[in-house]
């Protein structure tokens, strides 16, 4: 078993040739865009949501919306995706529904390569020439990644995200790529074990995994 800052992907050789293909200059690059985005964000603590382009759980959906709607009044967060469909954009909807609703700032951004339409809620920032280049850059901006899902782009986020040491908060229960790390890492000193377990539990309530992933949420990001 391993915790988040050490983690190593089994899966990930496709992901690592890439990454051991590129020159310095392009990591020097994308890590200065990252930084660059982190500066144009709002006052607070960037969270990164990450996962599947579309629904595999069959609860997942529902899952990403309570989430969503969950961890939106906690103003001192600013959500960050990659703007896809499925996980990323049901979580937007949610969270930018209900900081409208209570007439907060609604701080969601979506990184997307250049060119791109922009997306429904929140704000649209350019990441990059192509989705190669916006995962790189997306895995670096958060202070925390919640993973949901997932397949070969969420674990090339995850991978960047991990070698950078920010920490991830995968939803085991949910399948795919989530259900892979979590089976890979140990409960981190900033989060409640009890909290942990939730994320991987198929018979809890699911307003039980919601509240423990705000819970964990706040913790890891020491909010």
């Not at 995706?81 to 209900?98: H, I, N």
């Not at 007439?103 to 922009?118: D, E, K, R, V, W």
């Not at 990059?128 to 782009?153: S, T």
Request: net charge neutral; with cysteine.
């Amino acid at each position: 078993m391993i915790r988040w800052n050490q983690c190593h992907f089994p899966l990930h050789a496709q992901v690592s040739a890439a990454k051991n293909s590129m020159t310095a200059s392009p990591s020097r690059q994308f890590d200065e865009t990252a930084r660059r985005i982190k500066s144009e964000l709002p006052a607070g603590r960037p969270l990164v949501v990450i996962g599947s382009t579309s629904f595999h759980g069959p609860d997942s959906h529902q899952l990403c919306t309570a989430i969503g709607s969950a961890l939106a009044p906690h103003t001192e967060l600013t959500a960050v995706t990659g703007g896809m469909e499925g996980v990323q954009a049901t979580f937007s909807r949610a969270f930018a529904k209900a900081r409208l609703q209570s007439g907060t700032a609604i701080n969601l951004f979506h990184l997307l390569p250049s060119g791109m339409p922009a997306c429904r809620d929140g704000v649209t920032m350019s990441a990059g020439i192509d989705f190669f280049e916006r995962r790189e850059i997306l895995g670096r901006v958060g202070d925390l990644c919640l993973v949901i899902e997932g397949g070969p782009g969420t674990q090339h986020e995850a991978t960047v995200a991990a070698a950078g040491k920010i920490p991830l908060l995968p939803l085991g229960r949910s399948g795919g790529f989530a259900r892979t790390l979590y089976s890979q890492m140990t409960a981190p000193p900033s989060a409640d074990t009890a909290d942990w377990t939730l994320l991987n539990d198929h018979n809890a309530p699911l307003s039980s995994i919601v509240d423990a992933v705000v819970r964990l949420t706040l913790a890891m990001m020491s909010l």
